[in-house]
């Protein structure tokens, strides 16, 4: 067991663009006085991949007080230039390039990366994930390459869920990955992408394998108020705390199951609105 409990801070869908101020200069404050060990975002930095929707996600990114490592989602591929987007899909990450699939090495944890976007899909939904075979094989033997006995944390965008048919799957090649992590000393699989939290076990042939997904500091809610997790590993368990701007208790902030997409839940004649109406209010004072 650890001497010292790991911390992480997992934030996902920030989506500069559409960013919610102040829930973002609240995370940020919460990073600088509580300093985590490690920050995992788990992509959609920008809300439409523009340059300047970039260049104010990587001041913010490079202003945090710790190691962070981020993910690529799917709003940070390149919308309204095609050729780029094929060609240079990942250009616009110039400035963080140290910290896009980076591998975070801590005392008996590792924090390791698997990409769940591409350029272009066989398909006509591109927002939804991909896990292509190369992918799958740089995080496998990253993993694989550490000492005996490190427990892993693999960080995605897309949850590592099969929806439906091969059409709509949330995530192609989703069960696969999931499987090979199976076998390997891997304690979650952290994702963004449906703007709710939520911490469910997804079955596999080879063992069960835990999903942790992250909501949105962004004004595109879903059901939820904007959050992060805050993770606690203390050697043998992993804790999960939604830290939210409204003070709603962790398990009333995630949701069930992971949706089929982010949109927000739509009532027959009504415009767009959160499920769950919460009052906002100062943030929790840690």
């Given amino acids: 067991m650890n001497s010292e409990p790991i911390r992480i801070f997992h934030l996902s869908d920030i989506h500069f663009g559409l960013v919610d101020e102040r829930a973002i200069a609240w995370a940020h404050d919460a990073i600088a006085q509580q300093q985590p060990d490690a920050v995992a975002i788990t992509g959609d930095l920008t809300m439409r991949a523009r340059h300047h929707e970039f260049d104010a996600a990587t001041d913010w990114i490079k202003s945090l007080a710790a190691p962070v490592t981020v993910s690529i989602g799917n709003h940070d591929m390149p919308y309204f230039n095609l050729i780029e987007r094929f060609v240079t899909p990942y250009k616009r990450f110039e400035g963080l390039k140290s910290l896009v699939e980076r591998e975070i090495d801590l005392p008996g944890l590792a924090i390791v990366p698997l990409k769940t976007v591409r350029r272009w899909q066989p398909r006509l939904n591109w927002s939804n994930g991909w896990v292509t075979d190369p992918a799958l094989e740089k995080c496998l033997s ?10 892993v944390i693999v960080t995605v965008h897309h949850p590592l869920r099969e929806v439906g048919t091969q059409g709509t799957a949330l995530t192609a090649n989703g069960s696969k990955a999931l499987e090979e992590l199976a076998k390997r000393d ?13 911490d469910i076990s997804e079955p596999t042939p080879h063992g069960t394998v835990r999903m942790i997904g992250a909501g949105t500091l962004s004004k595109r809610t879903r059901s939820t108020p904007p959050s992060f997790n805050e993770l606690v590993f203390d050697g043998e368990r992993l804790e999960v705390n939604v830290r939210n701007l409204a003070n709603v208790d962790t398990q009333d902030m995630m949701i069930d199951d992971v949706p089929q997409d982010a949109m927000p839940p739509r009532k027959e004649g009504e415009p767009v609105a959160p499920v769950r109406q919460v009052p906002p209010t100062d943030p929790p004072v840690h």
């Avoid at 891997?186 to 939520?198: E, N, R, T």
Wanted: net charge negative.
């Fill in 142 to 151: 990253a993993i694989d390459a550490l000492p005996t006995g490190v427990k």
């Fill in 186 to 198: 891997v304690i979650a699989v952290l994702s963004g992408h449906v703007h709710d939290a939520f």
